[in-house]
Antibody, heavy 116, light 107 residues
Framework: QVQLVESGGGLVKPGGSLRLSCAAS????????MSWIRQAPGKGLEWVSY????????YYADSVKGRFTISRDNAKNSLSLQLNSLRAEDTAVYYC?????????WGQGTLVTVSS | DIQMTQSPSSLSASVGDRVTITCQAS??????LNWYQQKPGKAPKLLIY???NLETGVPSRFSGSGSGTDFTFTISSLQPEDIATYYC?????????FGQGTKLEIK
């Protein structure tokens, strides 16, 4: 069925790294822009990063620029987000979503906790 | 980035009530405005796109209107399952930005 499944979240110390993955199924992954959107505990939604269908266009929020790297593998129907130099304020549920203008399909989210 | 301001931030209403949430953009965004519903512990769900178009499968009690800078989201008759937080989101300019959310509770 049409779905997105995130993995890779967990507890990491400040300054540490983590790699999030999103497995897509049920649709032609290579046709779509893909996004990562996060939500800090009890807070609103923030668009973190997006990547075009070919990977040629990439955006990062200022809050993560230089620390996070988005990538995709269209052959494997997979989206990734490499999180480096993590800070306490990066603690959030990270969602992958299909699209960038209108997010019609979301994953269930994966929790990243940055704490010593 | 375009700033989106929702009001109210929280709302308490009774089953059967008509509920209205507003969203104001910091600049003209035409009709490039979506509304999402998020229930506790779940991912957001798209309800309305392009300001007034109902997403497939979404009950007709949900509706949206507006253009330019001022938008309205309405539930015509509140149901218990509508308890959630609602977010507006613009995509006239990248990056897309969300309002701060409106938490809807049952009175």
């Amino acid at each position: 069925q049409v779905q997105l499944v995130e993995s890779g979240g967990g507890l990491v110390k400040p300054g540490g790294s983590l790699r999030l993955s999103c497995a897509a199924s049920g649709f032609t992954f290579s046709d779509y822009y893909m996004s990562w959107i996060r939500q800090a505990p009890g807070k609103g939604l923030e668009w973190v990063s997006y990547i075009s269908s070919s990977g040629g266009t990439i955006y990062y929020a200022d809050s993560v620029k230089g620390r996070f790297t988005i990538s995709r593998d269209n052959a494997k129907n997979s989206l990734s987000l490499q999180l480096n130099s993590l800070r306490a304020e990066d603690t959030a549920v990270y969602y992958c979503a299909r699209g960038v203008a209108v997010a019609k399909l979301w994953g269930q989210g994966t929790l990243v906790t940055v704490s010593s | 980035d375009i700033q989106m301001t929702q009001s109210p931030s929280s709302l308490s209403a009774s089953v059967g009530d008509r509920v209205t949430i507003t969203c104001q953009a910091s600049q003209d965004i035409s009709n490039y405005l979506n509304w999402y519903q998020q229930k506790p512990g779940k991912a957001p769900k798209l309800l309305i796109y392009d300001a007034s178009n109902l997403e497939t499968g979404v009950p007709s009690r949900f509706s949206g209107s507006g253009s330019g800078t001022d938008f309205t989201f309405t539930i015509s008759s509140l149901q218990p399952e509508d308890i959630a937080t609602y977010y507006c989101q613009q995509y006239d300019d990248l990056p897309p930005t969300f309002g701060q959310g409106t938490k809807l509770e049952i009175k």
